[in-house]
């Protein structure tokens, strides 16, 4: 299994990025995948994540509204759209993979396998 995240950088307030993680060694679709983030000094905590289908998502709630998780089965990739970007979002931003056919909007945070490289997200004030 592997899962490498990009599109990360330094963005001012308010800005916006598209992070990507394109993975490999599974069968994508059959999979739930998420977002996570760890900020210096901070526990990893969950951000988003999104069922098989794409039809499905779930935010922490200090995110609804700003950052939407997306994904295309056809290029094995899941996406991030981080929007209107505060300082505290600063942190290093991973994908994740869940068990296999297993999905929950409520507990997909506390039900991923694997963990990917991370690509960091910096916010400027």
């Known amino acids: 299994v592997q899962l490498q995240a990009s599109g990360g950088g330094l963005v001012q307030a308010g800005g916006s990025l598209k992070l990507s993680c394109a993975a490999s060694g599974f069968t994508f679709s059959n999979y739930g995948l998420g977002w996570f983030r760890q900020a210096p000094g901070k526990e990893r905590e969950g951000v988003a994540c999104v069922n098989r289908s794409g039809g499905s998502t779930g935010y922490a709630d200090s995110v609804k509204g700003r950052f939407t998780i997306s994904r295309d089965n056809a290029k094995n990739t899941v996406y991030l759209q981080v929007n209107s970007l505060k300082p505290e979002d600063t942190a290093v931003y991973y994908c994740?993979?869940?068990?296999?056919?297993?999905?929950?909007?409520?507990?997909?945070?506390?039900?991923?396998?694997?963990w990917g490289n991370g690509t960091l997200v910096t916010v400027s004030s």
């Open positions: 994740a993979r869940g068990f296999f056919r297993l999905w929950s909007s409520r507990t997909c945070f506390s039900t991923m396998e694997y």
